[in-house]
């Protein structure tokens, strides 16, 4: 079955440092990637997403690369605020079968000032 | 305007009772979806419907029952709470494929005592 795999958390940076959460995924078909993130006390929102190979997802400054010959969809940013402290979910989504989202086990991330 | 309204947001109650959740989409979107997030925050699919009809019911047990009136609409009805059920649920909504994403609602904070 499809499943995603994400760094284990919790993963704890200074402000203005660089950021890596790495997810690898296992697939039945061609997957489209997400990234969701969950800030404290609220919901879940979509960062980015990618829907084919070597698509480059970017928004707020974080960005992730689809690499097919990897299985990976790695979340980086290059310079972590205060704000960006929240859970980071890598998630996929294939068409083969009943649509639905499967979820990474989620990175906490922690930016001190 | 919200796009996935949940409620209540938080719901409090003691075993034993019957309790629902209720989720609306204004996207137009097809098909929709309940999530439990556990204490661990990992995120797993219980229920999905498109356009009314029930296309996905992972391993749930029976005293959760979905209902769908209309496609705009998934409510989650729960019979006999017990303690274990005690987490966040939330509702997703996507267009049949997936492709442009999942829009979740704010979650609703269930603690059963």
Not at chain 1, 36 to 62: I, M, R
Not at chain 1, 100 to 112: E, M, P, S
Not at chain 2, 22 to 44: A, R
Request: proline content about 4%; charged content about 20%; overall charge neutral.
């Amino acid at each position: 079955g499809n499943s995603v795999t994400q760094m284990e958390g919790p993963v704890t940076l200074s402000e203005e440092a660089f950021l890596t959460i790495n997810c690898t995924y296992t697939a039945t078909g061609y997957p489209s990637l997400f990234w969701y993130v969950q800030y404290p006390g609220e919901g879940l929102q979509l960062l980015l997403k990618a829907t084919k190979a070597d698509d480059k997802g970017s928004n707020k400054g974080f960005e992730a690369t689809y690499r097919k010959e990897t299985t990976s969809f790695h979340l980086e940013k290059g310079s972590v605020q205060v704000s960006d402290s929240a859970v980071y979910f890598c998630a996929l989504s294939t068409v083969q079968g009943a649509q639905k989202l499967v979820f990474g086990q989620g990175t906490r991330l922690t930016i001190n000032p | 305007d919200t796009a996935v309204s949940q409620t209540p947001k938080y719901l409090v109650t003691q075993m034993g009772n019957d309790k629902s959740i209720k989720c609306e989409q204004n996207l137009g979107h097809d098909t929709m979806y309940w999530y439990k997030q556990d204490s661990k925050k990992f995120l797993k699919i219980m229920f999905s419907y498109n356009n009314k009809e029930l296309i996905i019911n992972e391993i749930v047990p029976n005293r959760f029952s979905p209902k769908s009136p209309d496609k705009a609409h998934l409510n989650l009805h729960i019979n006999s709470l017990e303690l274990g059920d005690s987490a966040v649920y939330f509702c997703a909504s996507s267009q049949v494929t997936g492709y442009y994403g999942y829009t979740f609602g704010s979650g609703t904070r269930l603690t059963v005592v």
